[in-house]
């Protein structure tokens, strides 16, 4: 058999098309083109930063979670997407670039996040509603991403996965337990429902026609469904979620088509969406600006971290 080194580009593409055309995974040894790569890191570090940003509009009820149980809840859901942020950020290390360099971008806005994380929490029903929605929009998008055609990121979605859908879970136990209080209760779980569902159907990226990324990343089966077909496919499963909750969506156009076997929705509104991804939104800048005052202070941490690995080195050759 050839050795893959003594292969020329054009046989190395053929070789990484066969590959993914037979769904085998790409490893981070494995030669990839460029460009896969590229597309690959501006994806794993968007939604590296997205859990990691995504654990400022949560914290923002810690202290003020209504039970113990609650806040131990909370704090648990709050401390996975932390984790996730690091699954991420090593599968975007495997592609040859720093997490500290990713961080930077992140904090002098060169990299994105996702945009719902910039829309504020109001009330304890929003955590309800987060895990309800914007946990389910995530699962979604990102069990099929389990099947990603790179290996690590497939690999760290499966146990973000497990973990997304016990934050689903909590979150609808928690509205539940609502929609069965006062009067004032199910007024703020209508609220927080009504405030959330248009941002969390926008998490799923433009519109296919209006999504340049979408067709390349199908075609290496980074992506295994498009923007539309996710969006359809939360909207399909969240209607009865939110027949059986008791509450009301807010878009008069959502109805049953017999013939599509699918609900039909209204549009989102996507000058909002662009004006969010843009900084323009209701929380960019503070979440921005809290995220980089984290990382400033955590320097010392970094400082200690080195200094001790360096002094471990030497103490390492000096055994020799
Ligand atoms: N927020 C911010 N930017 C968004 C976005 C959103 N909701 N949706 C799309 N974009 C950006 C894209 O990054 C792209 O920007 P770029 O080309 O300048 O980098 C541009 O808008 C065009 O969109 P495309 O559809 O062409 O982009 P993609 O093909 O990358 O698709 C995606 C977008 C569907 C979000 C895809 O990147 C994806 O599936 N990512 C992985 C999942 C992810 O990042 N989720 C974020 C939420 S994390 C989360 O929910 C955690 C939790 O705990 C709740």
New binding site residues.
Partial sequence: MTAMAELGEAELQQHFDDRVAKDQRIEPRDWMPEAYRK?LV???A??AH??II?MQPEGNWLTRAPSLRRKAILLAKVQ??AG?GLYLYSAAESLGVDRGELTEKLIDSR???????NYPTLTFADIGV?GWL??G??IC??VP?CRTSYGPYARAMVR?CKE?SF?QRQGYESLMTMMGGTDEQREMVQDATDRWWWPSL?????P?G?????QQ?MAWR??RHT?DE?RQKFVDMSVPQAEALGVTLPDPELHWNAERGHYDFGEPDWSE?KQ??SGQGPCNEQRLARRRRAHEEGQWVRDAAAAYAAKQAATEEEAR
């Fill in positions: 597309t501006r994806q794993i968007q939604h997205s859990e995504g996975d997407e996730h990299q994105k996040y996702s945009s719902i994380f987060i914007v946990d929009a995530a998008n990102q991403l973000v997304e934050h926008m998490m799923f990226g433009p296919d209006d999504s340049p990324n979408t990343s980074i992506k923007n996710l969406f969010v991804v």
